[in-house]
Every structure is written in C-alpha cells, then in structure tokens.
C-alpha cells in the first residue's frame, strides 16, 4: 500500500506526463487532503475503508506497469480522469455500479490486443 506521500508523487508525476491536467491534478491532491485523517484512524468498516485497485500488465513480458490503489473517496474524480486513458471495453458506469452494490474481488479482466496489455480492475 503507498504512503500519502507516495500517492502525491504519482499524481504530480501523472501531471508531469501530460496524463492529466492540472486542474484533475488539483482535484486529486484536494480529494487526498479530505482523507488524510483517516491515515491514522486506523481501518474502518464500510465503504470508506474500500479501494478500487487498477493493475495493467505487458503481455509480452509479463512485467506490470500500472498498479494503482485509489480510495473510495476517489474513485469517483478517478474515474472522470481515468475515462480518457481507458481502453473502449472498459464501461466505466458498470465499474462504479458494481461499487455501488458492494462487490468485492475482480470486477473486470480485459486483453487489449491492440496495445498488447492486460487491464484487471479489482474492488477491496
């Protein structure tokens, strides 16, 4: 699991990249700072305490290249961003449903052929 600071980091990377603007950027860093609390609060039951976990694997290599944990809280500014990036065979609207209606484990496993890469959504 990445530290708040480490999250940070991968965000002004992201924006570094051009992967997003400063304004999602902007979004982003403020979501965080509305969370930070619960850092050291410890666990909590619900749905605050469950994450959208992204993973894009090279099926050439095998090697991972994405591995993203985003917060419950979010998934929602994440998704807008991530509706950009995302390949045509992921339907967004049926991730966050399957979110809505507390799914947990895999929701989606895809083989983009085109860029040779795998997608697995996960729900924690």
Not at 28 to 50: K, V
């Amino acid at each position: 699991m990445r530290t708040t600071s480490e999250e940070r980091l991968k965000i002004l990377q992201m924006l570094e990249e051009g992967k997003i603007t400063a304004e999602e950027a902007a979004s982003l860093l403020r979501a965080m700072g509305r969370g930070q609390h619960a850092t050291f609060e410890g666990p909590r039951l619900g749905e605050e305490s469950r994450r959208l976990r992204i993973q894009v694997t090279d099926l050439g290599t095998g090697r991972r290249k994405v591995n993203i944990n985003l917060p419950w809280k979010l998934v929602s500014v994440g998704a807008k961003i991530g509706a950009r990036f995302a390949p045509e065979e992921i339907d967004l609207e049926e991730v966050m449903e399957a979110i809505r209606a507390g799914t947990v484990g895999k929701i989606m496993d895809i083989e983009d052929m085109e860029d040779n890469e795998r997608v697995e959504i996960f729900i924690e």
